[in-house]
């Protein structure tokens, strides 16, 4: 009877870990926020189709508006029967240009701060479609680079990023870099993973997501408005004891692991655990 209360409680235990630590399953639900380019105050949560249908989606149009932001073009695509807005990394892109580029995910109502507007849909991709990229556009857009590629490898296998398939979506921030020896960015940590593993490191960043308590932990994700939202490595995860405000600029120290797996599928590239919180 005893090892049997003992098995129930266990289990119990394990589904509320599953169900409360979004941040890191490798089998969540597709339903989940997906990375995207951009997003700074997204009125509705990013919804992504499964990676099979990701990779496959065609988008192509005439370019009628075309606008540049932090990294990224916005052009409007004249399609005759309708116009659709799609997002992409930076590239030349002229009006009148027909273009192809293949599609990562939709994002309803979403908002752009540095462009001070808001749109009914928003298309991100991850490049140009094969043979398909504007002569002005070069070959660093085309699909076939290492950027496709990148996101290619995200959407087979999301644990590459420090919380997997539920990472926050990427905000359109920029966070100064903390002060000392120690100090790094988002991208830093995943650039040098290998280099920073087993050794401290201080990383200033706004709070994101904060889940609170779960295995006695408080899971917090951080963006500084570095990294790449598709191949997620945008988004920062620690562990403290702290539970610091949402939308909070705050600087974490502590010692970075990686290859963290804590088990039921949740498995960290990167992260801090037992991090203290300075504001």
């Not at 807005?85 to 994002?107: F, H, L, T, Y």
Request: aromatic share 6%; charged share 20%.
């Amino acid at each position: 009877m005893k090892k049997s209360v003992c098995l129930v409680l266990s289990g119990l235990a394990l589904s509320m870990f599953v169900t409360g630590c979004g941040n890191g399953d490798k089998k969540e639900q597709a339903s989940a926020p997906a990375p995207a380019p951009a997003q700074e105050a997204a009125t509705a949560p990013a919804q992504s189709a499964s990676p099979e249908q990701a990779a496959a989606q065609i988008v192509t149009g005439k370019v009628s508006e075309t606008m540049d932001a932090t990294g990224y073009t916005y052009m409007e695509l004249d399609q005759g029967d309708k116009k659709v807005w799609v997002a992409m990394p930076q590239a030349k892109v002229n009006v009148g240009d027909e273009v192809s580029v293949i599609e990562s995910m939709r994002m309803q109502n979403f908002e752009s701060k540095t462009l001070n507007r808001k749109f009914d849909e928003v298309i991100f991709a991850s490049g140009f479609a094969p043979g398909s990229a504007p002569a002005a556009a070069g070959e660093t857009a085309d699909a076939s680079g290492s950027f496709s590629q990148a996101v290619q490898s995200a959407a087979g296998d999301m644990s590459t990023g420090g919380s997997g398939k539920a990472v926050v979506p990427f905000s359109e921030l920029k966070v100064e870099k903390a002060s000392g020896d120690n100090a790094v960015t988002v991208a830093d940590i995943y650039a040098k993973k290998a280099e920073l593993s087993g050794k401290p490191i201080a990383l200033r960043g706004k709070v994101v997501k904060v889940s609170k308590n779960i295995m006695g932990k408080n899971w917090v994700h951080l963006q500084d408005g570095t990294g790449s939202p598709m191949d997620n490595t945008h988004d920062f995860v620690v562990t403290t004891s702290e539970v610091p405000e949402m939308d909070e600029v705050i600087t974490v120290n502590g010692v970075l692991a990686t290859d963290k797996d804590f088990g039921a599928g949740y498995v960290y590239g990167v992260i801090v655990e037992d991090a203290t919180v300075a504001k």
